[in-house]
């Protein structure tokens, strides 16, 4: 443990005062200058250190093993040389002013890291709200991007069903298309027979007219709907391939979001240690 007494309480005594105050090794005895409300005079004053305007009692103390003079005075050496005990270590005023220097730039190295870091926290802060939006957006993505994936699942199956169903409106008008052959044929046994009949057969002529006018309709109809039918099959089959497409992009969207929000997570936890890393630096700065 060395014991240290400061001779000027300017600029420079600050920076000797700032250096040594948190020095294990360094037991820091007093500061002394004619002016008590110079800088390193109102730091000791703060931290409980003696001040003195009159130091030439204090280095004839052989328990004091160092005094470091700041002032650069001629005649303060001067003084301190005649009045120092023998084994007094003097250190003058040019290595205290190198040493001053070097806590200066130390403090100015630490008021920029100190700016850096705080910069660096609000930096990490801002990126840190914006991962969390962009995955809130990302989870709120894939969930959508499932649901479509589950409804076009549901609606591939359902045109399918319904193609199906339209598929098995053939036999129900393919056995109307029987009738409708079968009751052409009975209109024209029945006119036939009217023809052969004569005037008694004349009414039974008009039916059997009718009849085969509906038997003509009746196949026209059949017609017309196996082309509806079959257009409607068509269609179907389209609308169930797009939304099979549909399904298989939509799923693929949901995986690959999926990955996006494994990324994010790690993005956001490395976030999160910066962030922790520039708050101990604005801390220790």
Do not use: C
């Not at 030439?56 to 120092?84: H, M």
């Not at 009217?194 to 009414?203: H, M």
């Not at 257009?231 to 799923?251: D, F, H, P, Y």
Request: charge should be negative.
């Amino acid at each position: 443990m060395y014991t240290v007494g400061i001779v000027g309480g300017g600029k420079g005594g600050l920076a000797i005062l700032k250096l040594v105050e948190g020095m294990p090794s360094v037991s820091l005895k007093w500061v002394a200058d004619i002016n008590e409300y110079a800088p390193a005079m109102q730091r000791a004053r703060e931290l409980g250190i003696k001040i003195t305007n009159d130091f030439i009692p204090l280095i004839k103390d052989p328990s004091l093993d160092i005094v470091i003079e700041v002032t650069g005075s001629e005649k303060v050496r001067s003084l301190i040389a005649e009045n120092k005990h023998p084994g007094l270590a003097i250190t003058e005023a040019l290595a205290a002013k190198f040493l001053a220097d070097i806590v200066e730039q130390r403090e100015e190295m630490i008021h920029s890291l100190h700016k850096q870091a705080e910069t660096l926290a609000e930096n990490a802060e801002t990126l840190n709200e914006s991962t969390v939006q962009i995955r809130q957006s990302m989870e709120h993505l894939a969930n959508e991007a499932e649901n479509l994936a589950r409804t076009g699942q549901y609606m591939s199956a359902t045109a399918e069903e319904a193609s199906k169903a339209v598929s098995e409106t053939h036999a129900i008008l393919k056995f109307i298309q029987d009738i409708a052959d079968k009751t052409n044929i009975i209109g024209l046994n029945a006119a036939i027979e009217a023809a052969r009949v004569g005037e008694a057969g004349r009414g039974f002529a008009v039916v059997a007219d009718e009849i085969r006018k509906l038997a003509d309709n009746s196949s026209s109809s059949v017609q017309k709907i196996t082309d509806i039918t079959e257009n409607i099959v068509k269609l179907m089959k389209n609308i169930s391939g797009g939304i099979k497409n549909a399904g298989e992009t939509a799923q693929n969207q949901a995986a690959a979001t999926q990955e996006i929000l494994a990324s994010l997570e790690g993005i956001s936890s490395i976030v999160v240690s910066l962030k922790q890393m520039a708050d101990d630096l604005v801390k220790v700065s």
